[in-house]
């Protein structure tokens, strides 16, 4: 491909034609790795492909599962809309334990410390005692006021019942119930208790968090969401994980009972805090609006948003994830700490990891994931539309991750192909000159010479034949297996230029240096830092930098001058520092505008970048005129350009044997003119690193 570039006067000048421009793709951000196809794998919002879980499933009766309760014995109970039926969930296979007369469906189950399973229905206003041995239910105290039991918890021998239409907490123990809480909302949608004995609980219509303290009957508002339903509450160290919902007013559906249509929420005027919606395709999650929903008689059909929140026991907030086109319906939190989160629509389960990156866990068939539950770090989820039970078995066995179609727009040949990975991966190429994969493409095929490159990444030679298109795969073969980035070196076939229109940009960076007169002078040991910040209360916030060389311990400080630094941005010399691989560490305080006490800090770091200072050298220059050769090398950056010039005449770029600039070490060709007169001449050559830095030498030849 011929490349135009501008000087003064304005004019154009063109590239030779046996000139190599190596081009680059690169997947490493998560949009770039869901534009491929992960298979028994997931991807996380941070850009990482892992192997996912291997999943049995269970039919169950009915159309839709309400409450789940894991059991001692590794079963599951499951409460049902086939008229109040209550199931148990045992491996492979569901039995009706027992039915609760009088009830569309059971809503809510707990167990207390002695073993004791309680269930609430809708419509009901009695917590049921389940035996499951007899398979009978016994009734308990009434209620007043109460129309549906929406979520219960226990604590020892005491349940705690969240109830509707008034919004009330009963405490519930043995044969009498009083009520501990008045919410003055509608209902108690959510109940948690925390390891200190709290009970958290959920409210919709005003999607409000309170926690109630059992030991002074004391209750304290926690949080104030801009929504109109919080689903479900889990504890979570100090506090909980909360999923709240904004739901989309609809019409009730018709032909159903009075406690069905209070089943379709209803929203208030939106207020509280507000979710934070990624934009579309960013994220898991971040999907367009889904088409208009017709049928509003299914639980998962009601149309809405949702967000997960961390609420500490101080009242902190921080957002978790958002999804933009439907809502949270359940969460739990595994013993490591990570948090699941079934969504009412596309039939997933998101995980949200604890460095908070985002990914979807679990994406099957049905509508709608109603319920989770764990069998210690395993996840167990339950289905509407088509009432089904899922549960994990282990890491997915066959867990692998196909890209996208490179377009290298014209017939192109491959150099090395480079890879950030952990635990056990095989990754392949093929190539074809057919947009879509199949027929007439190069079998799958592991690169050659593989080996390590520096800063973590793996490297070797593409062996797929030249071809117009590129794909690569990757097979993750044990629990520990990553992928985070993968970028493979190629060069296009030149075609003719077709000028339609020019654009002048200011340069951040020079483009073939090689072939300008700057190229004798030192290249600026400058770099250019800039991050981004989010600031809630507009408080006064200074930064302070940090660098660290890959395999040292110690974190060294960037001085930024006398003054504070205020601004998100900052010009680095990095002439003092040893070439290498470094991270670089921002910390943000806002102590200047805070008490010490009240001060907080926070830090972010980068991945590895290269500083690269040292010019890259030109060995065993060979003249056989009219052709000449000679090497490039460098010890940290990739040979990236060469060019030379014959008698102090115009610069000229030249290439490599293999006509690829993708090593540390580089073998150049160069083409002499030919004609020369008799006599003595001189050659200069130049070559450029990645880094834009410059070597070069000369020498003298005699044509006979």
Request: glycine content about 10%; proline content about 5%.
């Amino acid at each position: 491909m011929k490349r135009l570039w501008l000087a003064a006067p304005l004019c154009l000048l063109a590239m030779r034609a046996d000139a190599v421009v190596t081009a680059t793709w690169t997947v490493e951000t998560y949009q770039q790795f869901d534009a491929g196809d992960a298979t028994d794998a997931f991807i996380t919002s941070s850009g990482e492909v892992r192997p996912g879980w291997d999943t049995k499933r269970t039919k169950l009766e009915g159309d839709a599962v309400w409450a789940s309760l894991r059991l001692a014995d590794g079963s599951v109970l499951l409460g049902s809309d086939e008229a109040g039926a209550l199931y148990r969930l045992t491996g492979d296979s569901a039995k009706q334990v027992v039915k609760i007369d009088g009830a569309i469906a059971v809503v809510a189950l707990a167990q207390s410390s002695s073993g004791q399973v309680y269930a609430g229905t809708m419509p009901g206003n009695k917590v049921w005692k389940i035996d499951l041995a007899s398979g009978k239910a016994t009734a308990g105290p009434a209620l007043k006021g109460v129309e549906t039991i929406w979520s219960l918890a226990a604590a020892g021998d005491t349940v705690y019942a969240g109830t509707g239409p008034s919004g009330k907490l009963f405490a519930v123990k043995g044969d009498s119930a009083r009520e501990v809480f008045d919410s003055e909302d509608k209902r108690i949608t959510a109940l948690a208790i925390t390891s200190d004995g709290g009970v958290w609980m959920g409210t919709s219509e005003r999607a409000l968090v309170f926690r109630y303290d059992p030991k002074d009957g004391k209750t304290r508002a926690m949080a104030d969401f801009a929504g109109n339903e919080v689903s479900a509450i889990a504890p979570y160290r100090t506090g909980v994980v909360v999923a709240a919902n904004e739901l989309a007013e609809t019409p009730p559906p018709t032909g159903k009972t009075a406690s069905q249509v209070e089943a379709v929420e209803k929203p208030t005027a939106a207020k509280g805090q507000a979710a934070k919606t990624p934009d579309v395709g960013t994220k898991p999650g971040a999907d367009k609006e889904p088409s208009t929903v017709t049928d509003l008689g299914r639980k998962g059909a009601k149309k809405g948003k949702g967000a997960l929140f961390r609420v500490g026991s101080d009242g902190r907030l921080d957002q978790l994830h958002a999804l933009t086109a439907t809502y949270f319906t359940s969460v739990v939190v595994a013993p490591d700490g990570i948090i699941y989160a079934g969504a009412a629509d596309k039939g997933r389960v998101y995980m949200v990891d604890n460095d908070d990156s985002v990914a979807t866990a679990f994406d099957v068939d049905e509508r709608a994931v109603s319920q989770l539950w764990l069998d210690k770090n395993l996840v167990g989820f339950a289905t509407d539309d088509a009432a089904a039970a899922y549960r994990s078995v282990g890491r997915a066995s066959k867990a692998k991750y196909t890209s996208d179609v490179l377009d290298a727009k014209a017939v192109a040949r491959f150099g090395k192909l480079t890879w950030v990975a952990q635990g056990k991966t095989k990754i392949e190429t093929r190539s074809g000159n057919t947009a879509k994969p199949g027929v007439g493409w190069s079998d799958w095929s592991a690169p050659q010479q593989i080996g390590k490159l520096g800063g973590g990444v793996d490297g070797g030679k593409i062996v797929s034949p030249p071809g117009r298109y590129l794909q690569f795969r990757v097979a993750l073969e044990n629990d520990d297996a990553r992928v985070r980035r993968v970028m493979s070196y190629y060069v296009p076939q030149n075609t003719a230029t077709e000028v339609q229109e020019v654009t002048i940009e200011p340069a951040t960076k020079e483009s073939l240096p090689t072939l300008k007169d700057l190229a004798a002078k030192a290249r600026s040991p400058v770099l250019k830092l800039k991050w981004k910040v989010e600031n809630p209360d507009s408080d006064d916030t200074v930064y302070t930098l940090e660098a660290r060389r890959d395999g040292e311990a110690n974190w060294r400080p960037l001085s930024t001058g006398k003054t504070p630094l205020t601004a998100t941005s900052w010009e680095w010399n990095t002439e003092t520092y040893p070439d290498g691989w470094y991270k670089l560490r921002v910390t943000a305080s806002d102590a200047a505008a805070n008490s010490p006490d009240r001060a907080l800090t926070s830090s972010h770091t980068s991945t590895m970048f290269a500083i690269d200072n040292t010019r890259p050298s030109i060995d065993g220059v060979t003249i056989n005129y009219p052709k000449a050769s000679a090497r490039a090398g460098d010890s940290l950056s990739t040979i990236a350009e060469m060019a030379f010039s014959v008698d102090d005449g115009p610069w000229q770029l030249g290439t490599t044997t293999d006509g690829l600039f993708d090593d540390l070490n580089e073998d150049l060709r160069i083409d002499l003119p030919t004609g020369l007169a008799r006599g003595t001449h001189t050659l200069a050559v130049r070559v450029a690193d990645a880094a834009g830095n410059v070597g070069s030498t000369s020498t003298s030849f005699v044509v006979k």
